[in-house]
């Protein structure tokens, strides 16, 4: 029997139009997160010889002008499940059509999760994870298609929109001190013991946030091996488990846990993370992280505190030896600009988080400009 009458709730207003002028007084700083945890305001176009319930959001209209998107998703995919998330961008004369962002299911081997290759036209792309566009916009939808059968329903918990403009050059913030002479106890975990271990910086830098917030929490369930957390992410399509909204999923899949990827504009940003008491995944170029080149050369680390001077302390799991280390700050923001300047968010669903100044992540502020349906 199917459940095509599930019903999801929502919790914050969203537009239904997508043709409000962009707020001029307000700098995003060319990044926005867009994070809801509840879908009642979706409508459900299923139709009923379809074995999959569809839900489609309202239009959602951006503060900034985008020529990226990443969506996360924290979800429960029992049995045999999975979910596909999808978005497709509107413009004033035209709507793309529907991009697939990712098939997940946390069995794989009734559904193998995957990304979608080969979704090219002339107006975008998916690469791996990220929607990229051929011309800027300011609206955008999403359709999750849920499909299982009892007793097992998928249930999405979470969905998190980072927008970006790749082509806004910002000036650097002044630091937050606060975070400075400041280290957390983050497990230190290297991916290069095992079998393929070049590959499996992803996996190892979630196993490393998860095993903080095990001890942190006193919940031993969410430490696991990064073996462990590289079957749970892996990518059929990519044959790897670098996936950044897969790795995400994950680590958000597990009770009171939300996980998603953001981006960032300024090193600033990261510290006050830091000073919150909360690390965070990198996504850097790892050539120019070590200034050994130019790199493109991808790999995810864990920032988990500043020295007295400023520099960043990192937990680097491309390293059988010697896990934290100390980069110089430049090096840092060279090396993680590569990525639009890329994060793993993980942290307990009541967390307080740090003062949102521009609505990078999901926060009051990244909620607020979104105003009430009529």
């Known amino acids: 029997m199917n459940w095509r009458t599930y019903i999801l709730t929502l919790s914050i207003g969203v537009c239904t139009v997508c043709s409000r002028a962009l707020e001029p007084d307000f700098d995003a700083r060319g990044r926005q997160f867009i994070g809801i945890d509840s879908l009642a305001g979706f409508t459900n176009g299923t139709e009923s010889s379809s074995a999959e319930t569809v839900l489609t959001s309202p239009k959602l209209q951006s503060r900034i002008h985008f020529n990226e998107v990443v969506l996360s998703w924290n979800a429960d995919t029992p049995g045999k499940t999975h979910i596909i998330v999808e978005a497709r961008v509107i413009y004033p004369e035209m ?17 193998p999760r995957r990304s979608v290759p080969d979704q090219k036209d002339t107006d975008g792309d998916v690469r791996t994870d990220t929607l990229v566009l051929q011309q800027p916009a300011d609206c955008l939808q999403i359709r999750l298609r849920l499909a299982g059968e009892e007793p097992g329903r998928p249930t999405v918990r979470f969905l998190g929109i980072s927008l970006a403009d790749t082509n806004v050059r910002v000036r650097q913030l002044p630091p937050e001190t606060n975070a400075w002479d400041k280290l957390l106890p983050v497990p230190q975990r290297t991916q290069m013991i095992y079998p393929n271990g070049k590959t499996l910086c992803s996996p190892t830098t979630v196993s490393m946030l998860m095993a903080f917030w095990a001890e942190t929490l006193k919940r031993p369930e969410l430490d696991h091996t990064v073996p462990e957390v590289a079957a749970a992410t ?20 597990f009770k009171s846990m939300r996980a998603y990827v953001a981006r960032f504009s300024d090193v600033s940003e990261l510290e006050q993370w830091i000073a919150e008491g909360t690390p ?17 050369n991808g790999h995810l680390v864990v920032c988990v505190g500043f020295t007295k001077a400023g520099d960043p302390v990192i937990n680097d799991p491309g390293t059988s030896q010697h896990v934290q280390k100390i980069f110089p700050r430049r090096n840092l923001i060279d090396a993680w600009a590569c990525s639009r300047n890329t994060v793993y ?19 009051a502020t990244s909620r607020a400009w979104i105003p009430a349906r009529k």
């Open 280 to 296: 965070v995944g990198l996504s850097v170029d790892y050539d120019r992280l070590r200034a050994k080149g130019p790199g493109p």
């Open 345 to 363: 968010l993980v942290y307990p669903e009541n967390a307080a988080t740090p003062s949102d100044r521009f609505g990078h992540w999901d926060s």
């Open 234 to 253: 892996y990518d059929a399509q990519w044959q790897g488990a670098g996936n950044w909204p897969f790795n995400m999923a994950y680590a958000g899949s």
């Open 95 to 111: 709507a793309t059509k529907y991009y697939e962002l990712g098939l997940w299911s946390a069995s794989s081997k009734e559904f």
